[in-house]
C-alpha cells in the first residue's frame, strides 16, 4: 500500500517499541519519516531499518518537553523533507508507585513526559496544518486512563491524552485536520518488559499472567498498534475524529 505517498510524518518516542513499529509501518506505505527520540543516536535505529526496507526516515534528536526545542526541530524537519502532515505523539514514561509511596518528582516527570509532550508537538505542528488546511494526529493513550493500581501519574496523564484529543479535535477539525488517540492494553515492549523486571518478574511471566486476563489470551504486539495509528492517520479515517480507539484484546 502507498496510503502516506508524498505525506511527511512525525512519531516521537520512535527508538524502540511501539514509536518505532509505527515510523516503520508508516514509511512502509509511503511516508518520508522523523523518528524523534530523546537524541539522534537514539533513533538512528529505526531509521537504518526503515532505509534498509527502501524506506524514507531521518533521525532527529530532541526533548519534546521543551516547546522550544520542539518548534527548532520540527522547522528542521520541514525544511529536510518538505512538509509536515502527520504527527505522532507516543513519547512517554513510567514511575510505577503506590500513591502515598510516589515523590511529587515521579509525578511530574510522567505528567511532562507524557502529557505535556503531546501539548507542545500539537501545538508546534498544528500551526503548519492549519495554514495548509490538512493535517493528522494521533496520539497514544493507555488502558491504563480508566485506573490502574501504581499508575496514579501516568493514568492521569493518559487520561489527559483522551481530554486533549477531544478538544483539539473540536477545535481544529475546521482546518481539515483530524486528532484521535490509541488506547493500548498490555503491549511486549521494553517499556512492560522494565515494568515485570520491576515487580521481579520475567517479561515471559508477566505476559502470561496479562493474557490470562484477555480475552484473546495474548498480549498485543507493536505492529498491531501501528496498523491502528496508521489507520487513524489515513485518509481511510478521513471522517474520524475525536475518538480514542482501545486495542487491548477485548479486555474490559
Not at 149 to 154: E, H, T
Request: with cysteine; net charge neutral.
Amino acid at each position: 500500500m502507498t496510503r502516506f505517498a508524498g505525506k511527511v510524518a512525525v512519531v516521537t518516542g520512535a527508538a524502540q517499541g511501539i514509536g518505532a513499529a509505527t515510523a516503520a509501518r508508516l514509511a512502509e506505505e509511503g511516508a518520508a519519516v522523523a523518528v524523534i527520540d530523546l537524541t539522534a543516536e537514539r533513533a538512528q535505529a529505526t531509521v537504518d531499518a526503515i532505509t534498509a526496507k527502501g524506506g524514507t526516515a531521518r533521525a532527529y534528536g530532541c526533548d519534546v518537553a521543551d516547546h522550544d526545542a520542539v518548534e527548532t526541530v520540527f522547522a528542521q524537519v520541514v525544511a529536510d523533507l518538505g512538509a509536515l502532515h502527520i504527527l505522532v505523539n507516543n513519547a512517554g514514561i513510567t514511575r510505577d508507585n503506590l500513591f502515598f509511596k510516589m515523590p511529587k518528582s515521579d509525578w511530574d516527570a510522567v505528567l511532562t513526559v507524557n502529557l505535556t509532550s503531546a501539548f507542545n508537538c500539537s501545538h508546534v505542528a498544528q500551526a503548519y496544518m492549519v495554514k495548509q488546511k490538512y493535517g493528522k494526529i494521533v496520539s497514544l493513550s493507555s488502558r491504563s486512563a480508566l485506573g490502574n493500581r501504581g499508575q496514579a501519574n501516568y493514568a492521569a496523564a493518559k487520561a489527559g491524552i483522551q481530554g486533549l484529543t477531544a478538544t483539539l479535535a473540536i477545535e481544529l477539525g475546521p482546518y481539515n485536520v483530524n486528532v484521535n488517540a490509541v488506547a493500548p492494553g498490555y503491549i511486549a515492549t521494553p517499556m512492560t518488559a522494565a515494568t515485570a523486571e520491576r515487580v521481579g518478574a520475567s517479561a515471559e511471566d508477566h505476559q502470561a499472567l496479562a493474557a490470562e486476563r484477555t480475552p484473546l489470551r495474548r498480549v498485543g504486539l507493536p505492529e498491531e498498534i501501528a496498523a491502528v495509528v496508521a489507520f487513524l492517520a489515513s485518509e481511510d479515517a478521513s471522517y474520524v475524529s475525536g475518538q480514542t480507539l482501545y486495542v487491548n484484546g477485548g479486555a474490559r
